[in-house]
C-alpha cells in the first residue's frame, strides 16, 4: 500500500514539474489580449509555497534575460518578481532599465527591495540611459532616499531636457541631507523651475535640523511664491522664535497671501509660545487685521491667549467685539461663561456652543448676579439645560419684571409635563395682564411639547372658569392643538357663552382642529352658523379634517365628507379645496363630485388632474358608466397628458 502511494505521489510531482515548465514557457511568449498565460502564472505563484519561490524567481529569470521573450511576459515577469523577488533577480532586471518600455517594470522591482545593490544597479543605469528613461529612474533613487545618488544626480539639475532637470531637483530634496541640501541651495534655476526648486529646498530642509534647515528655509522666504507658508511652518519646528517673528510680520504687513496663509497656521501649529505672541499682537493691530487674528486665536482653542482676546469684548468696532466673543467661547471654560454673559445677547450663540464640563452649573450659579440673570437665561435655553427649571421657577417671583419674563420664556423651553402643575398654578395667580399673557403663553408650549397633552391640558383647562378673557382665549387655542374630549368641551362652552370674544376664538379653534373629533361641530356650523364667515371657516375647517394624514378616516368616510362639504360649498375657493380632499378618497363619491365640477371652467384644470387620476383607480371596481363619462370628459382637455391617461383608461376598460 505505501509503495502504491509514493508511485502516486512521484507521478503527480512529475506532471506537476511539466505543468511548471508549459507556464512559463507560454509566459515567455505571451501578448496582451492573446490567451491567459499571465493570470495561470500569477495563480501557479499564489498557490506555491514560499519556501519553493526561488524555483519560481530561476524561472522569472530567465524570462527577463531572454532576448527572445516578449515584451509583454518580461513585463509580467517583472510585475511577479516585485513579490518575490530577491538579490539573486537584480541583474537581470537592471538590464531591462535602459529600455524605455520595461524601464519602469524593472525599477518597481528594485524599489520594493531593501537592498543597497538594487540602488546601485539604478546608479550604474542613469548615466547611459535616454533622457526619457532617466526621470523614472531619478524618481526611483528619490523614492529611495538613496544618499550614494546625490553626485550623479546633482550632475542633471542643470539639464538640457527640463524635463530631466526637473526630476533631479525633485529626487534631491526627497533624498536630503547636507550634501543634497549644499547642491539645491546654489541651485540657480530657470525661471520654468522655481517652482520645482522650492518644492525640492523645504522637502530637504524637512530632513536637516538647527541652522542648516532654517537655512533653507530662509531660501524659501525670500521668494515670492506661495511656498513661504510652508518654510514658516516648517520654521516653526526648528527656530521657533524667527519663525513667529516673521509671522507677527506678515500679518501687520501688506502680502495679503503670506497674511492668510500665517492665519491658517495659527488656527493649526501646535505652539504654546506661538499663541502667546500672536495673542499680544493683537492689540497693535487695525480693526481689520485685529478681526481676522481673533478669529484664528479662537479656531485654534488656546486658553493662552483667553486673557487678549477678551480685552476686545469691550471694543466698540462690532466685528472685532463679534469675532471676541466667538473665539472666548472657544477657548474658554467657566471663567469665559462670566466674560460672556457680561457682553449682553451677543454671546448666546457662543455660550450655547461650548463643551466645557462645568458650563451649565456656571450659568446656573449666574441666575443669583441680578446683572447676569437674563443673558443667562438666553444661554441655558439656547443649551436646553433642563437642569435649570428649578432655579428658573425661583425667578417666577423676582423684583425685576423682565427677568420675570425670561424665567417664563426660559421655562416655556425647558420645562416637561410634570412641571405643568406649579407653571399653571403661578400663571394664572398672575394679576397683570400683559405678564399673565407671557405666562399662559409659556404654559401652552409646554403642553404643545408634551408627551401626554391632553393630561397637561386637563390641569390647564381647571382654570377656564376663574381666570381673564384673554387666558380663556389662550386656552381655546390650545384646544385645537390638544384634540382632547375634554378640549372640545371647553370650545363647545365658550361657544355657548354669549361672549362675542371667547365664540370667536372658539369658531377659529374649531377650524384648526388637529383630529376628525371636531367634524360634526364642525359641520353644524358650515350649515347654520349665523355670521358667513364662520360657516366659510368651519366648512374649510371640515374639508381640512377630510383631507388629513391619518388611519382614522377610511376612504368611505372621507368620500362621504367630501360629499356633504360639497352640498354647502359655493364659492370657488371651497370647492378647490374639495378638489385637494378627494385624493384622500378615491371612491364612487368622489367620482361623482369631480365629474359635476369638471363642467365648472373655473374648476376645470384643478378637476382634470384628480380626474385622470381617479378614473384609473376606479377602471376596475366602476361604476363603469360613470368612469367613462369621466374619462370621455377628459378627452377634451387640453392637456395632452391627462388625454392620453384617459385614452389608456378607455382602452383598458375596453378590454
Not at 424 to 438: L, P, R, W
Amino acid at each position: 500500500m505505501m509503495k502504491k502511494m509514493a508511485t502516486i505521489l512521484t507521478v503527480v510531482c512529475l506532471a506537476a514539474g511539466m505543468s511548471l515548465g508549459d507556464v512559463w514557457q507560454d509566459l515567455a511568449k505571451y501578448k496582451y489580449g492573446e490567451g491567459n498565460a499571465a493570470d495561470e502564472a500569477q495563480k501557479l505563484l499564489q498557490k506555491t509555497p514560499v519556501a519553493q519561490h526561488g524555483a519560481i524567481q530561476d524561472s522569472l529569470i530567465a524570462i527577463v534575460s531572454a532576448k527572445d521573450a516578449t515584451q509583454d511576459g518580461k513585463a509580467c515577469a517583472c510585475r511577479m518578481l516585485q513579490q518575490i523577488g530577491t538579490e539573486k533577480c537584480i541583474p537581470a532586471v537592471a538590464g531591462l532599465l535602459n529600455d524605455e518600455t520595461l524601464s519602469h517594470y524593472a525599477r518597481l522591482v528594485l524599489e520594493r527591495m531593501g537592498s543597497p545593490k538594487a540602488d546601485g544597479a539604478m546608479r550604474a543605469a542613469l548615466d547611459n540611459a535616454p533622457d526619457k528613461v532617466k526621470i523614472g529612474i531619478i524618481g526611483s533613487l528619490g523614492e529611495r532616499r538613496d544618499l550614494n545618488a546625490v553626485n550623479p544626480i546633482a550632475k542633471l539639475v542643470v539639464h538640457s531636457d527640463p524635463a530631466v532637470a526637473s526630476a533631479a531637483i525633485s529626487a534631491l530634496g526627497r533624498i536630503g541631507g547636507d550634501p543634497a541640501a549644499g547642491c539645491l541651495s546654489k541651485l540657480k534655476p530657470v525661471e520654468s523651475l522655481k517652482p520645482v526648486h522650492m518644492t525640492a529646498l523645504l522637502d530637504c530642509a524637512r530632513s536637516l535640523k538647527g541652522p542648516g534647515a532654517v537655512a533653507l528655509y530662509d531660501l524659501v522666504l525670500a521668494g515670492k511664491t506661495a511656498h513661504r507658508i510652508g518654510a514658516l511652518s516648517g520654521m516653526l519646528g526648528v527656530d521657533e522664535k524667527k519663525a513667529v517673528s516673521l509671522m507677527i510680520g506678515f500679518v501687520k504687513g501688506d502680502d495679503a497671501l503670506m497674511s492668510g496663509g500665517v492665519l491658517t497656521l495659527v488656527c493649526g501649529e501646535r505652539s504654546e509660545y506661538l499663541t502667546k505672541a500672536m495673542a499680544e499682537a493683537i492689540g497693535a493691530l487695525p480693526d481689520e487685521k485685529k478681526t481676522a487674528l481673533i478669529t484664528a486665536l479662537g479656531a485654534r482653542g488656546d486658553k493662552a491667549a483667553l486673557g487678549s482676546v477678551a480685552k476686545c469684548l469691550a471694543s466698540t468696532n462690532d466685528r472685532v467685539r463679534d469675532a471676541a466673543v466667538k473665539a472666548v467661547g472657544k477657548m474658554g471654560d467657566k471663567e469665559a461663561v462670566t466674560l460672556l454673559l457680561g457682553t449682553g445677547g451677543g454671546a448666546t450663540e457662543a455660550l450655547a456652543g461650548m463643551t466645557g464640563s462645568d458650563v451649565n452649573d456656571t450659568l446656573i450659579n449666574a441666575l443669583k448676579d441680578n446683572k447676569l440673570k437674563a443673558p443667562a437665561i438666553r444661554a441655558l435655553v439656547a443649551r436646553g439645560c433642563a437642569a435649570a427649571v428649578p432655579s428658573l421657577f425661583k425667578l417666577l417671583n423676582d423684583s425685576d419684571a423682565e427677568v420675570r419674563k425670561a424665567a417664563w420664556n426660559g421655562l416655556g423651553s425647558l420645562a416637561a409635563d410634570n412641571d405643568i402643575v406649579p407653571m399653571a398654578k403661578a400663571a394664572f395667580a398672575i394679576k397683570d395682564a400683559a405678564e399673565m399673557s407671557g405666562a399662559v403663553a409659556a404654559v401652552r408650549k409646554v403642553c404643545v411639547q408634551a408627551r401626554d397633552r391632553a393630561k397637561c391640558f386637563d390641569v390647564i383647562a381647571s382654570y377656564y372658569g376663574s381666570t381673564t378673557d384673554a387666558a380663556k382665549s389662550a386656552i381655546i387655542d390650545l384646544a385645537s392643538v390638544v384634540g382632547s374630549a375634554s378640549a372640545l368641551d371647553i370650545v363647545k362652552k365658550a361657544m355657548g357663552s354669549g361672549n362675542k370674544e371667547l365664540h370667536d376664538s372658539a369658531v377659529r379653534s374649531l377650524a384648526a382642529w388637529g383630529n376628525e373629533s371636531a367634524a360634526g361641530e364642525l359641520l353644524k356650523l358650515a350649515k347654520a352658523a349665523p355670521q358667513e364667515v364662520e360657516r366659510i371657516l368651519a366648512l374649510r375647517g371640515y374639508i381640512r379634517i377630510a383631507s388629513m394624514d391619518n388611519d382614522r378616516l377610511n376612504s368611505d368616510q372621507r368620500g362621504e365628507m367630501c360629499k356633504k362639504a360639497a352640498e354647502l360649498a359655493t364659492r370657488v375657493e371651497e370647492k378647490k379645496l374639495i378638489i385637494g380632499a378627494l385624493h384622500k378618497a378615491r371612491n364612487a363619491a368622489a367620482l361623482t363630485i369631480v365629474n359635476r365640477y369638471l363642467d365648472d371652467p373655473a374648476l376645470r384644470d384643478e378637476a382634470e388632474q384628480f380626474a385622470a387620476v381617479i378614473v384609473e383607480h376606479l377602471r376596475k371596481e366602476g361604476p363603469v358608466a360613470e368612469v367613462k363619462e369621466v374619462a370621455n370628459k377628459l378627452l377634451t382637455s387640453k392637456n395632452e397628458s391627462i388625454v392620453e391617461r384617459a385614452k389608456k383608461t378607455l382602452a383598458d376598460m375596453g378590454k
